[in-house]
């Protein structure tokens, strides 16, 4: 099953590993595969549009490219339309929302905004076209990192065990039947190459399986060197380099040697935690390899390298 067959995929890891390029990637390569998308921004951060030069993305879905929608889930928006929604009458909804209590209950009720967020996502996921078929084919959330994003998941499970019935409990079995459903959702992991976010992403992984009942399916390893030289390259770079301290008219040369032998030496250092994520793979995991992206502005330009290997992938 291709990562594309999905209904939904939720984006998760540590912060700052590349969830939302990550996340930016995947949905360009579906809307190539023409596919309808929608892609979520979650949390604090706000990164996603700037990819795609659109500066933040507004919190209702809106077409940023053909086929390709973006939006951003404000959890005190999505309240306010919630209490519009089942409060039938506007000058009471309109007095809860205005009053100073909202932003207090807002931000002491646990749990709240991960409720709220997870139900917009949920409606979102159940839209329909005029003709009945679904308005987003894939929808891709770029969640939290990875400690909050834990806590989204969790919730509803919890909510369940917590209350056991009511409204509140029957609409949260709704949204926990969607997110634990292998075939319609799927929990994609991001990591990079390193000591901490390899150790955090095994972490993630057994409460994943172990809590979450949602194991992880792909496991993304970003931002790898290239592996340009073999091991006769490296020993002739140190030869070189022993010669160019000796002689004086080849030390122009040295920064290129430095910056081969900086290379070798970081990919090295990345292989071994590279290959920790293989070995700690499950039987039904797939791992992907992304290049690193040599540029201090990322947009859908420079992300284009792994939107092309993100393609690859889904013809398998």
């Given at each position: 099953?291709?990562?594309f067959d999905h209904r939904l995929l939720f984006v998760v890891g540590k912060g700052g590993v590349g969830k939302t390029t990550v996340s930016a990637s995947l949905g360009i390569a579906?809307?190539?595969l023409q596919k309808t998308v929608l892609l979520i921004e979650v949390g604090d951060a706000d990164s996603m549009g700037q990819i795609f030069e659109k500066g933040?993305?507004?919190?209702t879905p809106a077409e940023i490219q053909p086929n390709l929608w973006g939006v951003r889930i404000n959890p005190k928006s999505v309240l306010k339309e919630y209490i519009k929604l089942h409060i039938n009458i506007p000058f009471i909804a309109n007095r809860i929302i205005k009053s100073k209590i909202f932003d207090y209950i807002i931000a002491a009720t646990p749990g709240l905004k991960e409720v709220m967020t997870l139900g917009q996502i949920w409606r979102w996921e159940q839209d329909k076209t005029f003709d009945n078929c679904p308005h987003f084919d894939l929808i891709i959330v770029d969640a939290p990192a990875t400690g909050h994003g834990v806590s989204l998941l969790l919730l509803p499970q919890t909510l369940i065990n917590m209350l056991a019935v009511g409204p509140i409990v029957e609409q949260t079995r709704v949204v926990h039947s969607l997110l634990i459903d292998p075939v319609k959702t799927g929990l994609t992991l991001v990591t990079l190459p390193e000591e901490l976010p390899v150790n955090e992403s095994l972490e993630f992984k057994t409460i994943a399986h172990e809590k979450l009942q949602m194991p992880v399916q792909t496991t993304f390893i970003n931002s790898i060197y290239p592996n340009e030289f073999s091991l006769s390259d490296s020993e002739s770079i140190n030869e070189k380099m022993t010669e160019i301290e000796k002689t004086k008219h080849l030390k122009k040369f040295k920064p290129f040697f430095e910056l081969a032998k900086s290379t070798i030496s970081q990919r090295q250092q990345q292989q071994y935690y590279i290959d920790k994520m293989y070995k700690a793979k499950n039987s039904n995991e797939t791992i992907i390899e992304l290049p690193f992206?040599?540029?201090?502005?990322?947009?859908?330009?420079?992300i284009t390298p792994l939107v092309h290997i993100l393609k690859k992938h889904a013809k398998k």
């Open positions: 099953m291709s990562i579906a809307k190539q933040s993305f507004p919190e992206v040599f540029s201090h502005h990322l947009s859908e330009r420079e």
